[in-house]
């Protein structure tokens, strides 16, 4: 980071220009850009300090090999068409292309973008765009229409002395100069990371700023309600109609901005768009208040779902396509004070998998955890709120166990990843149950079974026995950590010594905001953020934040991070169970054992620099804070201190997915396990319809 404000200052390079006046001393101008004499990357980079010699030789190793397996690949490929790869005029379709020294140094993982970027500077001479810090103006991007921004990877920044500056992360993309200067006159040239360069591409040709032209169509044509019906027909056709505009808006735009779900909510004044984006709502765009039932009929519309029925609790599912990655969209619908709310949460088919090293768990976890899915029997059971990584937990687990000599079998609502060599079946809108779908992949000789969330006692029954007769099962259930699981089952009707003997381990989960890398500093702690950590994490802390900047639009947060606490059913657990034992009493024969909690894990990453204490306060502390872990009376005073309440618990409130029963049975615990010492109360509960996007 260094890069930006030593070296490149004291290189100061000029500036770089491109006129089209005429077409001719254009293509003079790139002609003479092209043949300009460089140093080379490779030097520029070592001179620089950013790598050594040796990546230099290594990375031209490999850009051989690259390239003459591309070749090999266009001979074949030739061949599969019958040509003959050694006829002269092949000649020239077999040169392939030469990957640049600085792609392959990247892919090796020797070179970051923003390094390249500041090397790329020097060695064209091109000044860089620090575009963590600057952002591009509005007037400099209407200039340029986005397909030629997004063709071209090139950002329009300002507008400065009759130029328009606009930022490469490639300045030796000639095509790039040439469609740019043509269409804007004259630009003077910039150099930016590539990922950042896209990023505020997406930011800047954000489409819900142009849906405005919609909103004010959809006024102007909006007639009298008793006209709805007609309206609601139209919709099924009109792929023009400004409704249909704002609603793919709506979508396309909480695709490019990673958004878990999209929550429509009609207040008093208006209609509210919100995504969910790493796990906090941020606000989209406001409808116009009457054009909230023409937005649900729309959505209605494409998830085939009762367009008349406003009554009703609706649940259905899309899919559409966004710059060109399938999506797929899970719709609810509810009736609310204010009219119908409807939250979409969006599955990404293109995501990929997670694998079971890069989840994060400590190594000592990993070894216990894999020794008990390895097993053929028993069962594994990921527990956490809905937007706690569950899903990811177990596909990454099931990616793990995949197997052609076994018969792995999954159940699921909805089925969000495909794998290669497994039988997946969803009951999604099937009106199949769990429960039902269990009994009959149970007839198929099955080694390994996947039952999505176990929500009912049927459900538990047959999995537990299938776990017990030879079959291994992975699940998910809604309980605030590892130990709840035990009394979820017992509170369902299960048998403590079922439990006991079917389970073989349960793991408790939360994500948390991750600082973001672009601006995280050190800070100095409060007084009660520094007790926390100490009574939590044996490490010795290093104090970050987030700032806030472009990458992490201000938030300081960009992704998350998992934390994990796995409870092993060891005889001394089972036997606990078995004899009825309360949350407090399996949770500290566990921690004996050598269980580390979640509420330690999550210290132990604030202590790594990776997070804040108040986002571990508002995903994890409160949630499985017991009497073990910090006397009732601390943790009064850490409360006072930190903006604990409400929030803090909402992540296990929040969920569309829990019925009544299991509610009710959370909060009990909540209240059992704090001995009090945190108010719930119903007041909280269905403050927000959905949860997040499980990834
Ligand atoms: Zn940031």
New binding site residues.
């Given amino acids: 980071m260094a890069l930006f404000g030593k070296k490149a200052d004291k290189q100061k390079p000029g500036s770089v220009n491109f006129d089209s006046s005429d077409e001719a001393a254009l293509t003079d101008q790139i002609d003479a850009w092209v043949s300009t004499n460089r140093p080379r990357l490779g030097e520029v980079l070592m001179e620089l300090g950013i790598i050594e010699p040796g990546d230099v030789e290594e990375a031209l190793r490999l850009q051989a090999e690259e390239t003459e397996e591309a070749r090999k690949a266009l001979v074949a490929a030739a061949e599969a068409e019958g040509q003959d790869p050694l006829d002269p005029s092949m000649s020239q379709a077999l040169v392939p292309v030469k990957p640049r020294v600085g792609e392959v140094l990247m892919r090796d993982g020797v070179l970051d973008e923003v390094s390249l970027a500041a090397a790329l500077s020097r060695q064209f001479g091109v000044p860089l765009a620090d575009l963590r810090v600057e952002s591009p103006d509005p007037e400099a991007v209407q200039l340029v229409p986005e397909e030629l921004a997004r063709e071209h990877v090139i950002l329009p920044l300002k507008f400065e002395n009759d130029r328009l500056q606009v930022v490469t992360a490639d300045p030796f993309d000639v095509e790039a100069i040439r469609a740019i200067t043509y269409h804007v006159g004259k630009v003077a040239l910039r150099i930016g990371a590539r990922s950042e360069i896209e990023r505020h591409l997406d930011r800047a040709y954000n489409v819900l700023s142009a849906a405005d032209d919609h909103i004010r169509a959809f006024e102007l044509s909006y007639d009298e309600p008793n006209q709805e019906n007609r309206a609601d027909n139209a919709l099924q056709f009109d792929e023009n109609a400004p409704v249909v505009q704002v609603v793919n808006r709506v979508i396309t735009q909480a695709v490019r901005q990673r958004a878990s779900d999209v929550h429509v909510e009609p207040t008093e004044d208006d209609v509210t768009v919100r995504y969910r984006i790493d796990g906090a709502m941020t606000d989209a765009i406001h409808l116009p208040q009457r054009m909230g039932p023409a937005v649900t009929s729309r959505i209605k519309v494409m998830s085939e779902l009762n367009i008349v029925e406003r009554r009703r609790p609706q649940d259905g599912q899309f899919g559409v396509s966004v710059d060109g990655r399938p999506i797929d969209f899970r719709v609810s619908i509810v009736p609310t004070v204010h009219g119908e709310k409807t939250v979409l949460r969006l599955l990404d088919k293109t995501k990929s998998l997670i694998s079971l090293p890069d989840l994060g768990m400590n190594e000592e976890v990993v070894d216990k955890f894999t020794k008990i899915v390895s097993s053929p029997l028993g069962m594994l059971l990921c527990t956490g709120p809905t937007g706690s990584g569950k899903t990811t937990t177990l596909y990454a687990t099931l990616n793990e166990l995949r197997d052609p000599t076994k018969n792995i079998v999954t159940i699921e609502d909805p089925v969000e990843y495909q794998f290669a060599g497994i039988t997946q079946m969803p009951v999604t809108g099937s009106g199949i149950t769990f429960a039902d779908g269990l009994r009959g992949i149970l007839r198929q000789d099955p080694d390994t079974i996947l039952v999505g969330e176990i929500r009912d006692e049927e459900t538990a029954r047959i999995a537990m026995q299938a776990a017990l007769t030879g079959h291994f099962v992975l699940s998910s259930l809604h309980a605030v950590d590892a130990v709840a699981a035990v009394h979820r089952f017992t509170d369902m009707g299960i048998e403590p010594f079922l439990v006991a003997s079917a389970l073989s381990g349960v793991v408790g989960q939360r994500l948390l905001r991750r600082n973001?890398t672009?601006?995280a500093e050190s800070y100095t702690p409060s007084a009660s953020e520094s007790r926390m950590l100490e009574r939590y994490s044996n490490l010795t802390p290093v104090w970050t934040k987030?700032a806030?900047?472009e990458?992490?639009s201000g938030t300081?947060y960009?992704g998350r991070v998992g934390v994990y606490e796995l409870l092993v059913f060891t005889d001394t657990i089972r036997d606990l169970v078995v004899a009825k034992a309360t949350h407090h009493e399996i949770k500290a024969v566990a921690i004996e054992e050598g269980m580390r909690t979640m509420q330690q894990e999550a210290f132990d990453l604030v202590a790594k620099g990776l997070t804040t204490v108040d986002d571990v306060l508002r995903s994890v502390y409160a949630a499985g804070m017991d009497s073990d872990a910090a006397p009732v009376g601390e943790l009064e005073q850490g409360k006072s201190e930190l903006p604990v309440g409400k929030r803090a618990i909402s992540g296990l409130q929040e969920d569309s997915e829990m019925d009544d029963d299991s509610l009710r049975d959370s909060r009990g615990e909540l209240v059992v396990d704090r001995g009090g010492a945190i108010p719930t109360g119903p007041s909280t509960v269905g403050a927000s319809a959905s949860g997040e996007g499980e990834s």
Wanted: with cysteine.
């Fill in positions: 973001c672009g601006c987030g806030g900047c990458l992490c300081g960009r």
